[in-house]
Nanobody, 130 residues
């Protein structure tokens, strides 16, 4: 049973940067689709970024981003530490939300649809002030 723990959230001003981390443990499958999702108050949870993660090799597969974050956010993995990252640059007030890491055991196309992910972390809050 995979267990995910996020960290790295916080409060920044517009234009600032944060790096979110998601530590994975308890995995028994090599290939995972992993993604970052966010949910602002009174809004639906949306997929921010997703990627094919390989917990054995450092080679990361395809990644996909929401249009609103493309060019500002980067998803990556560290196979040695089994950690997923989300580097967020040029943060804007509309990026304010609770951010979640999620995973599903799968090799292939990794969508950003929340319903396709089976394992979720507890979330970390990101607040961007103007």
């Amino acid at each position: 049973q995979v267990h995910l723990v996020e960290s790295g959230g916080g409060s920044v001003q517009t234009g600032g940067s944060l790096r979110l981390s998601c530590a994975a443990s308890g995995y028994s499958v090599r290939y995972w689709c992993m993604g970052w999702f966010r949910q602002a108050p009174e809004k639906e949870r949306e997929g921010v970024a997703s990627m094919q993660a390989d917990f054995i090799l450092a080679d990361s597969g395809r990644s996909d981003y929401a249009a609103s974050v493309k060019g500002r956010f980067t998803i990556s993995q560290d196979s040695a530490t089994k950690t997923l990252y989300l580097q967020m640059n040029d943060l804007q007030p509309e990026d304010t939300a609770m951010y979640y890491c999620a995973a599903v055991a799968r090799y292939g196309t990794c969508a950003r649809s929340p319903g396709e992910y089976h394992v979720w972390g507890q979330g970390t809050q990101v607040t961007v002030s103007s």
